[in-house]
């Protein structure tokens, strides 16, 4: 199953043999840990839920829960069939896939080696928190004149008509930025460090160092 937990290193170039560069993200990806299989005849839906990392102090139902994986995971994040399959275009390959996922059992290990070189992917992650922030940086809104006796500088102008008398939802305003999730598509794996245990994937992926961020097969 090609999806995995891992955590951002930063971003750094690599050249090839023509001496072209190009600009990954290092990531330390997995090894992540079945914690639990979900299929339509128990749970309603199928997915595969994996966990990550080591936890210092496990909450008592939680370790109960990771109980029959043997694992300590930290982090735990659930993958739906219909995800696993949408790396793959052919029919039968997608049949394949979601079969392949279904059959892990609880405890089985997943690591880089899920990956090659040139596998197509995206990842999600928590995008990096900016505070509060107003509309030039929020929204790319153009400033004011600062001529002429204007004090209309960074000001966000209209926000609305005399009627209906009440600002429509969706206005662009001024308002908290940043920290949300975010899936960045159209990145291919350059390397595969099995020693290691680090992807490095072609230009930038969400979130700050050392965030947490999903690794995942795409089209």
């Known amino acids: 199953m090609k999806a995995l937990l891992g955590t951002k290193l930063g971003m750094t170039q690599l050249f090839d043999e023509s001496g072209n560069v190009a600009r990954v993200t290092l990531i330390q990806a997995g090894p992540c840990v079945v914690t639990q299989v979900k299929t339509q005849a128990t749970d309603g839906y199928n997915a595969v839920q994996i966990g990550f990392g080591e936890a210092k102090h496990q909450p008592k139902p939680q370790a109960g829960h990771l109980k029959?994986?043997?694992?300590?995971?930290?982090?735990?994040?659930?993958?739906?069939?219909?995800?696993?399959?949408?790396?793959?275009?052919?029919?039968?390959?997608?049949?394949?896939?979601?079969?392949?996922?279904l059959a892990l059992e609880v405890g089985a290990t997943i690591d880089v080696t899920a990956?090659?070189?040139?596998?197509?992917?995206?990842?999600?992650?928590?995008?990096?928190?900016k505070g509060f922030a107003g509309t030039i940086k929020r929204h790319n809104f153009s400033r004011g004149p600062k001529t002429h006796g204007s004090r209309n500088y960074r000001a966000p102008g209209s926000i609305g008509s005399g009627y209906p008398e009440h600002v429509f939802k969706g206005m662009r305003m001024a308002g908290h930025m940043g920290h949300e999730r975010v899936t960045v598509k159209g990145l291919k794996v350059v390397v595969v460090d099995a020693a290691?245990?680090?992807?490095?994937?072609?230009?930038?992926?969400?979130?700050?160092?050392?965030?947490?961020?999903?690794i995942r097969g795409a089209a």
Do not use: C, W, Y
């Open 68 to 101: 029959p994986a043997g694992s300590n995971a930290h982090k735990l994040r659930e993958i739906r069939i219909q995800d696993v399959q949408a790396g793959h275009p052919d029919a039968k390959t997608r049949e394949a896939a979601a079969v392949e996922a």
């Open 115 to 129: 990956f090659e070189a040139g596998d197509a992917v995206q990842v999600t992650g928590i995008s990096k928190g």
């Open 196 to 214: 290691l245990g680090v992807l490095a994937i072609s230009g930038a992926v969400p979130g700050p160092k050392r965030g947490l961020v999903m």
